[in-house]
């Protein structure tokens, strides 16, 4: 398995160009199922997860291939309706061809999820909402039936803005007959991504990235030709390691629009922030402040920045409150930061954070995706060694990151 090998800390100083978005990538790619021909989908980034949903299209009967950052696929000669335990369980998001395969093929069968490191996840917002739209929806061994004659356009409101459920609902419902209206829906900007592909498809789509989307249901749907958002958690995520390091780097390709709530607390934490035609550019102050935060659905603070921002708290002056309101078991990191020195106690869903001067390497490992990133945010800055296992992980959702990070100067090797 591999590893990385880190030594800090180093200031991190030059340009990064970050890559297109995974969560907007994924959604997408479940969207060629809703038309047959020769979908282009470029700005993709070369991810584990973004190989496992073709994976997964390819296990159903479609052409998938990918090539510098572009994704081909045609999914018109699907011969299998559904999404196997065996991909599922490796990647949550699979669920998300449910929608489009009930709309196009009347039919789907698809693992159930599980639960995973950051907390339950239930997808019954999703199967709800299918099933008010018509389709007949059972559970058993494991997984979900779905079957509809056409899904019917109606008023579905989202007890909590779900992202992926609200993604598979505006999808199930380009197909549908009539207006469906999705109400208290995700306004995530992959949401709002997700909308333009299908809308250059043929589908009409009005509200997308605001609370309220209405679907107008069409009969065919042509094949897209489009470009996916830049990821704003890497850029975000990138904007952590500039500050943490006391460097100055800026980040090609970011829309600062999408990282409005982030750039805030960034600002709080006494990094200076700045945008011109080349970038955003973050510099780091010799130490930052610490600052309280809450997560929340967009445009409030993302969940994906908690545990890089916990990182960053764990070197500031001062002490730091920070809540998860998302997912109820997103403190996997805090473990591993203390294993590097970091003083942060936990209490139900609130961290307290006192900052430390210093962090020290350690061997630690990667949990999930966004911990890993906050543990490798920490190397960074720490003295001395840390060696993180289980970078698989990281690779689900950041292109070549160490390559990234030792071109502003990062010491950093896999091994
Ligand atoms: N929820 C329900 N019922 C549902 C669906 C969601 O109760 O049917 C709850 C969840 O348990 C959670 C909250 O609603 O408490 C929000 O979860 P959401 O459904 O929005 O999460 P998701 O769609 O499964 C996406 C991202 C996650 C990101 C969250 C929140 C993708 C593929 N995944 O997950 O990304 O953390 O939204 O913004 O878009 C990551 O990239 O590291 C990652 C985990």
């Not at 967009?298 to 994906?304: A, H, W």
């Not at 209490?347 to 906050?374: F, I, Q, Y």
Request: aromatic share 4%.
């Amino acid at each position: 398995m591999d590893k990385f090998f880190i030594t800090g800390p180093k200031r991190l100083k030059g340009k990064i160009w970050v890559s297109g978005s995974k969560n907007a990538a994924l959604p997408i790619i479940a969207a060629t199922i809703l038309s047959p021909g020769n979908h282009l989908i470029h700005g993709v980034p070369d991810l584990m997860d973004v190989k496992t949903m073709g994976r997964l299209l390819e296990y159903m009967g479609a052409e998938f291939s990918y090539e510098n950052s572009t994704v081909n696929i045609d999914a018109g000669c699907l011969n299998r309706f559904e999404a196997p335990y065996e991909l599922v369980r490796t990647m949550r998001a699979s669920v998300l061809v449910l929608g489009p395969l009930l709309a196009r093929h009347g039919r789907a069968r698809v693992s159930l999820p599980g639960g995973c490191a950051i907390g339950a996840r239930p997808i019954n917002l999703h199967l709800s909402g299918l099933e008010k739209m018509g389709a007949r929806i059972t559970l058993h061994g494991g997984y979900v039936h779905a079957s509809a004659k056409r899904l019917k356009g109606t008023d579905i409101y989202f007890d909590t803005p779900t992202v992926t459920g609200t993604e598979n609902l505006m999808m199930a419902a380009t197909l549908a007959e009539g207006i469906t209206r999705l109400e208290n829906a995700a306004c995530e900007p992959e949401i709002r991504d997700l909308a333009g592909a299908l809308t250059s498809m043929g589908a009409l789509i009005n509200g997308a990235g605001e609370g309220v989307i209405e679907i107008e249901g069409v009969r065919d749907l042509t094949p897209m030709v489009h470009k996916v958002i830049a990821d704003r958690i890497e850029a975000a995520t990138f904007l952590v390691a500039a500050g943490i390091t006391g460097g100055d780097v800026t980040i090609r390709n970011a829309r600062s629009e999408d990282l409005e709530a982030v750039i805030i607390k960034l600002r709080e934490t006494g990094i200076s922030i700045s945008e011109d035609e080349n970038g955003i550019r973050a510099t780091g102050p010799e130490r930052p402040l610490a600052c309280d935060l809450r997560t929340l659905p967009y445009p409030g603070f993302p969940t994906d920045m908690q545990a890089q921002f916990m990182a960053l708290m764990s070197v500031a002056a001062g002490t730091s409150v920070i809540r998860e309101t998302i997912f109820e078991n997103r403190f996997m990191h805090v473990a591993e930061l203390r294993r590097m020195g970091a003083d942060i106690t936990v209490e139900g869903s609130t961290a307290t954070v006192k900052g430390v001067k210093n962090l020290k390497g350690a061997p630690v490992m990667a949990t999930d995706l966004r911990a890993s990133a906050s543990i490798v945010l920490a190397a960074l800055a720490a003295e001395g060694e840390t060696v993180i296992d289980r970078i698989y992980h990281i690779d689900r959702g950041y292109e070549r990151i160490e390559a990234k990070l030792r071109s502003v100067g990062a010491d950093i090797k896999r091994i």
